[in-house]
């Protein structure tokens, strides 16, 4: 089975750190994402999508975003169940991120010009506990790059 989510979207509010009584980092935040298709002479509507981070993805989106920056996350969703004050049992969906990524320039959301698609970064975070990218990974032209050994003939294969 599979459950993945990659959602981009708005911070709703400044994410606040918490932490569990054991010491584990906890963040709760939700972003605010737009639909990608709106009816003819309507706005397009907005979804806002709560997520939790913990340990290090949760001090690296604390450390980093501000409510209004751009953030991708990918994780999974969960469900959850819980009884609120007055009694009531309800259900909580959210999406459990495992990785944070930067999707635009730090210049650009702190002028907060947040419709700029032109100035993407790529920095990111992830529990596999990966460095951040500084730099995208270089794109490979077409045709000949000298990368690969080329074999001549199927007649030199071993199998």
């Known amino acids: 089975m599979l459950n ?3 959602l ?3 911070l709703v509010a400044d994410p606040e750190l918490r932490h569990t009584p ?3 980092a906890v963040v709760s935040f939700r972003i605010a994402v737009d639909r990608s298709y709106a009816k003819s002479g309507t706005e ?3 979804d806002f999508i709560d997520i939790v981070a913990w340990r290090n993805t949760a001090e690296f989106v604390c450390k980093y975003f501000r409510k209004g920056q751009l953030i991708s996350v990918q994780g999974s969703i969960q469900t959850r169940n819980y009884t609120d004050r007055d009694g009531n049992k309800r259900t909580a969906v959210e999406v ?3 990785n944070a990524h930067f999707t635009e320039s730090k210049r650009s959301s702190e002028s907060g010009n947040y419709g700029s698609d032109n ?3 790529s920095g990111s975070y992830s529990n596999n506990y990966s460095k951040p990218a500084a730099e995208p990974a270089p794109a490979y032209a077409s045709g000949d790059t000298g990368d690969f050994e080329e074999i001549p003939m199927d007649d ?3 199998f």
Do not use: E, S
């Open 119 to 121: 100035n993407n970064y």
């Open 96 to 98: 459990v991120a495992d």
């Open 4 to 6: 993945v989510a990659v």
């Open 156 to 158: 030199d294969l071993p």
């Open 8 to 10: 981009t979207g708005r």
């Open 44 to 46: 397009r509507q907005t």
């Open 22 to 24: 054991n010491g584990v």
